[in-house]
């Protein structure tokens, strides 16, 4: 009996040990939360102008999981995201671009990289790697890329 309570004391200790050193998520400040409303906004501009000439249904948002110290101020991924969603009207302009669009994607999803920057698709999920120390497009084949060319290759 002693030894069936020590066991469950010294479990109920080390789950209220583990419980405090998980780490808990930092507050965002009135900058990030106001950064994080104009990406979004900006985004969702983009978002529409893809739906409108793809006749699509796209959903597209930012993994903000992936920004572990967001600042608005500092940050120089926003561009690259809208310009790589926005790109998507360029792949629609053709119909076979269109139709691989309305086939493919479901929703769009910026991530923040530390692998470079570059697209891949995921279960209808368009990801949007930006790695802001390294600017330039890589895809499945050597040489330069644009958004254009990146998303015309996983597609």
């Known amino acids: ?10 479990l109920s200790a ?3 040990i583990a419980d405090e050193s998980s780490p ?3 507050r965002l400040t009135v900058a990030q939360k106001n950064g994080w409303v104009a ?3 900006d985004l969702k501009a983009k978002e529409d102008a893809v739906n409108k000439a793809c006749g699509a249904a796209l959903k597209s948002s930012y993994d903000k999981t992936s920004y572990p110290a967001f600042d608005p101020l500092k940050d120089r991924t926003q561009s690259a995201c809208q310009a790589a969603v926005g790109t998507l009207v360029e792949v629609c302009r053709t119909a076979d671009g269109k139709a691989a669009v ?3 994607l479901t929703k769009t999803v910026c991530r923040l990289s530390t692998e470079g ?11 949007i790697h930006i790695d802001p120390d390294k600017g330039s497009i890589v895809g499945k084949q050597a040489g330069s890329y644009n958004w254009k060319s990146a998303l015309e290759e996983v597609l």
């Open 117 to 127: 920057t570059r697209v891949s698709v995921d279960a209808g999920t368009l990801l």
């Open 24 to 26: 808990k998520p930092a």
């Open 102 to 104: 309305k086939e493919t």
């Open 39 to 41: 990406y979004e906004k």
């Open 1 to 10: 009996m002693f030894r069936i309570l020590s066991l469950c004391l010294c």
């Open 14 to 16: 080390s789950l209220a």
